[in-house]
């Protein structure tokens, strides 16, 4: 059985790079976070609601 190889396109010196796609998740994290609301929960609360159901996670 034939392995499979693959090329890469070089561009030749001097030339612009290609355009790559966007991605929608680095376009996010560029952006930042959204802001918390002011007298909202604070990430400690959401973390803890979050782990609330996951037993044994807050037993002692």
């Given at each position: ?13 001097g030339?612009?790079?290609p ?29 803890a ?12």
């Amino acid at each position: 059985m034939a392995a499979e190889t693959t090329t890469t396109e070089i561009s030749p010196p001097g030339a612009p790079a290609p355009e790559r796609p966007s991605n929608p998740f680095a376009e996010a994290a560029l952006k930042g976070l959204p802001k918390a609301e002011p007298g909202g929960p604070t990430s400690a609360e959401l973390e803890a609601e979050l782990w609330a159901d996951v037993p044994g996670y807050n037993e002692d």
